[in-house]
T-cell receptor
Framework: AQRVTQPEKLLSVFKGAPVELKCNYS??????LFWYVQYSRQRLQLLLR??SRESIKGFTADLNKGETSFHLKKPFAQEEDSAMYYC???????????FGAGTILRVKS | GAVVSQHPSWVICKSGTSVKIECRSL??????MFWYRQFPKQSLMLMAT?????????EQGVEKDKFLINHASLTLSTLTVTSAHPEDSSFYIC???????????FGQGTRLTVV
């Protein structure tokens, strides 16, 4: 069965500190993994996906199939990064998603 | 970018009544749309896959007679919560993707409160 685990409900860091939001998954096939972000009072939006291997807003995530992980990282957190972050596992088309529980990131000044 | 719009954004209804929620793709066509439910402080749970021109596919544990889904056109899917009860109160979110695009675009969500 497909499952996404985000072990931290809340991650609080100071501005300028490194950030790592953890995500582990279980999937029998070849996964498509995503990070979605929801800023306060806004809809869910795509932050990045593993197949694009790009950095968005300074965030990166590397798919580690051996550890079945897709952790989200940023070297220097900014206050505007404060939001809810969801790790998601997609089917081949990537549209039908299984979400993790989400992690609230709070960046303090 | 692609825009998905839900209507209404919030609704309050009495127990026993039915409520219809619309999900529209405003600038693209979508043969498939997805409906999620989100309880307070919890994650999104996929309820069903809405297929244009055919029956919806429901996830395990979701009552198809309770949550009626209709996808009559390539830009509109509707979710009807029938005979609503207070436990149906939740945040309902839809998503859709343009053909050939693996990015899911989400609606703003509909907060349903059943009193």
């Amino acid at each position: 069965a497909q499952r996404v685990t985000q072990p931290e409900k809340l991650l609080s860091v100071f501005k300028g500190a490194p950030v790592e939001l953890k995500c582990n998954y279980s999937y029998s096939g070849s996964p498509e993994l995503f990070w979605y972000v929801q800023y306060s009072r806004q809809r869910l939006q795509l932050l990045l996906r593993h197949i694009s291997r790009e950095s968005i807003k300074g965030f990166t995530a590397d798919l580690n199939k051996g550890e079945t992980s897709f952790h989200l990282k940023k070297p220097f957190a900014q206050e505007e990064d404060s939001a809810m972050y969801y790790c998601a596992l997609g089917d081949i088309g990537g549209n039908k998603l299984v979400f993790g529980a989400g992690t609230i990131l709070r960046v303090k000044s | 970018g692609a825009v998905v719009s839900q209507h209404p954004s919030w609704v309050i209804c009495k127990s026993g009544t039915s409520v219809k929620i619309e999900c529209r793709s405003l600038d693209f066509q979508a043969t498939t749309m997805f409906w999620y439910r989100q309880f307070p402080k919890q994650s999104l749970m996929l309820m069903a896959t809405s297929n244009e021109g055919s029956k919806a596919t429901y996830e395990q544990g979701v009552e198809k007679d309770k949550f009626l889904i209709n996808h009559a056109s390539l830009t509109l899917s509707t979710l009807t919560v029938t005979s609503a009860h207070p436990e149906d109160s939740s945040f309902y979110i839809c998503s859709a993707s343009p053909t050939g695009n693996t990015e899911a675009f989400f609606g703003q969500g509909t907060r349903l409160t059943v009193v």
